[in-house]
């Protein structure tokens, strides 16, 4: 990618949706790489609600230094209901024509690219998607930005988990996000050497759960971690553990529900470097006479899926994964 076909003076970013670690690197990428292209770089403000609000600035080299370490997003994010209208579209694209903004680079998730894709069919405003979100739900990406920070966050809590529940004799379930996908519940289980995981994907047992923890218990394990995706079909933590409770209430028993906590924090080295190459890409596809489509990363290599694509279809769970797991939580 190495030949420009587009010429762009000004070009907008923003963040949208839920906030993910690693969203600061990809602005920085963005902005410093349209800057090199000889644009003027505009931030614009809680996604489409400032978009429409007309809470843009431009931004400068200066203004993304040491922001790549940090967690959340500079610009700030939002969820839009005025934007989901046509008079919220139309008063949005009315202040990029303010601002004179030619064409925009959106960071986020599928309701991010939702918007994206109705905006430019229906104003013809220039959109690439870059895919920034922790639940790695996204098609046209191996990962998503902020997906490999979440898992460490779980990771290190569970952990700590699992030095408590080992020294009082407890049956811990932890819940971590993922409302339709298991992808952070699945890698930090088996990270974690859960006794059970959780996921929207395969459906509950719960008394076969019961039935598998009181083998434990019989083999001699006094405590146990179970991972429970908050979109699991039987619900949370809290609901899972109520059920085996019913069951057997011969469990000292604890809920953690780790929330938002799985947004924050410093973004992973994985992280800042899938950012910063997908805000460099993203920019360059611009130029490329891109639109309309979602940068990430495919086996090691930048591709291009339209949004369509990315929001219809969504990563599948691998079932080989999640059958190792269980032959190692024995």
Do not use: C
Not at 75 to 91: C, H, P, W, Y
Not at 162 to 176: I, M, P, Q, W, Y
Request: hydrophobic share 40%; charged share 25%; aromatic share 8%.
């Amino acid at each position: 990618m190495n030949r420009k076909v587009t010429k762009y003076k000004r070009i907008g970013v923003f963040t949208s949706g839920g906030d993910a670690p690693g969203m600061n690197a990809a602005i920085r990428a963005v902005v410093r790489t349209g800057i090199n292209y000889g644009a003027e770089m505009y931030g614009i403000m809680r996604g489409y609600d400032g978009m429409i609000k007309g809470d843009i600035k431009k931004l400068i080299s200066k203004d993304v230094s040491g922001i790549i370490q940090r967690g959340g997003t500079i610009l700030q994010s939002a969820r839009s209901e005025d934007f989901k209208t046509v008079e919220g579209r139309k008063q949005a694209f009315e202040s990029l024509e303010k601002f004179k903004i030619e064409a925009l680079i959106a960071i986020g998730g599928d309701g991010t690219f939702t918007g994206a894709k109705i905006f430019t069919e229906e104003f013809g405003v220039p959109i690439i998607g870059i895919p920034g979100t922790i639940d790695n739900d996204l098609y046209g990406s191996d990962t998503t930005i902020g997906y490999d920070t979440a898992m460490n966050t779980v990771m290190e809590s569970v952990d700590k988990l699992k030095d408590t529940a080992g020294s009082h004799n407890r049956l811990f379930f932890v819940e971590v996000m993922g409302r339709d996908a298991g992808f952070i519940a699945l890698n930090t289980g088996i990270a974690t050497g859960a006794e059970d995981i959780l996921i929207p994907e395969t459906t509950t047992n719960i008394e076969d759960l019961v039935i598998s923890l009181k083998e434990n218990k019989r083999k001699g394990k006094t405590s146990a971690i179970i991972i429970v995706a908050e979109g699991d079909d039987l619900g949370g933590a809290y609901e899972v553990a109520q059920k085996v409770k019913a069951l057997d209430s011969s469990y000292s028993t604890r809920v953690s529900v780790l929330g938002h906590i799985q947004r924050g924090g410093s973004p992973s080295v994985a992280d800042r470097v899938l950012a910063s190459r997908l805000g460099f890409e993203a920019v360059e596809a611009l130029y490329l006479g891109y639109s309309g489509v979602m940068a990430g990363m495919v086996n090691g290599r930048v591709g291009y899926t339209p949004f369509e694509k990315s929001i219809k279809h969504h990563n599948d769970i691998d079932k080989d994964l999640l059958r190792m797991a269980r032959f190692l939580s024995i």
